[in-house]
């Protein structure tokens, strides 16, 4: 997962969707026990991120999914996020990768289509994004939307510099021909801000549930880990022991020996030879009768 720095403005407000709030905002991380901190982290990125989410995806529940997601993550691997340079970058690349996973297309749930927002502006514009590659996608919301520098973009994206603007000028390009009053890059910064607030997108979760149920999560892997350890030691076990111990020869195939006629079963009996064991059947089988001779 790459991990990105912040941008190097964190004083200033950011009015896009992503946008974090000041960095004063955020107490001292070394005042506050991990629990504290991861607390602090999800009330300041959590709204934001959802809402990055839903852009990203069109979905609702998806969304708040994602974001429930990357944050369980993030407390598994607090020790990593809490020391990282840009914690909230940290858990947005998780969402991110979650929110795009194209694994989300064989889920039942995923198929049925969400309501779209009621404004028709917001319903074009929805329509547009989600018709992006995914790639271009988060391209372009990473830059027009949240304002980040075009190498901060092609890191967090894993491309190259060249491979990011290409794609964030197809996205513009996409966007301007759908949608011309779009085609300036202000514009679009402010309409994707606008889509992102009308929803009202909230979390469905606390903090501490969030933590729980990443730690819940944890234990059923370590435990689905452990089961699937025990069954390949038992099954190599037991191959082991069912395995023959020495080499058998295998049965060289048969050959045929030169004037042996080949081996053959009786021919069929023909209608004489049933007349005559119908005729033996119907004779006494034991008694005087068999051993003394009738005169004719």
């Known amino acids: 997962m790459t991990q990105t720095a912040a941008p190097a403005d964190t004083g200033a407000a950011d009015p896009s969707p992503g946008a974090a709030a000041p960095a004063g905002t955020l107490p001292p991380a070394d005042t506050l026990t991990p629990a504290q901190a991861f607390d602090a982290l999800y009330a300041f990125a959590a709204p934001a991120l ?4 839903y852009l990203l995806t069109g979905r609702r529940e998806l969304a708040r999914e994602s974001v429930e997601r990357a944050f369980q993550l993030a407390w598994q691997r607090w020790p990593e996020v809490a ?4 914690p909230a970058g940290w858990v947005r690349a998780a969402a991110y990768e979650y929110a795009m996973s194209p694994w989300h297309r064989l889920r039942l749930r995923h198929r049925v289509p969400e309501p779209p927002p009621a404004a028709l502006d917001d319903r074009r514009l929805l329509n547009v994004l989600t018709g992006l590659p995914p790639a271009y996608r988060r391209t372009l919301l990473l830059h027009d939307g949240l304002g980040l520098g075009l190498p901060e973009t092609a890191a967090e994206t894993e491309a190259s510099t060249p491979a990011a603007a290409n794609r964030l000028l197809y996205a513009r390009a996409t966007i301007a021909a759908r949608l011309p009053e ?12 606008e889509l992102g607030g009308t929803e009202r997108l ?37 191959t082991l022991h069912r395995a023959p111990d020495h080499y058998e020869a295998p049965q060289a195939p048969a050959t045929t020996v030169p004037g042996v006629p080949p081996r053959s079963g009786p021919a069929p009996l023909s ?8 005729k033996l059947n119907g004779m006494f089988g034991e008694g005087p009768q068999r051993l003394l001779p009738q005169p004719r």
Do not use: C, M, Y
């Open 271 to 278: 209608v004489q030879d049933l007349q005559l064991r119908a």
């Open 50 to 53: 959802l809402r990055q989410a």
């Open 83 to 86: 020391v990282d340079r840009d």
């Open 202 to 238: 909230r979390t469905a979760l606390k903090p501490a549930v969030v933590r729980t149920g990443g730690e819940r999560r944890a234990r059923h892997w370590t435990r689905a880990a452990v089961a699937l350890t025990v069954l390949v030691i038992g099954s190599t076990a037991f």
């Open 182 to 193: 779009l085609a300036e890059k202000d514009e679009l910064q402010k309409r994707l801000e």
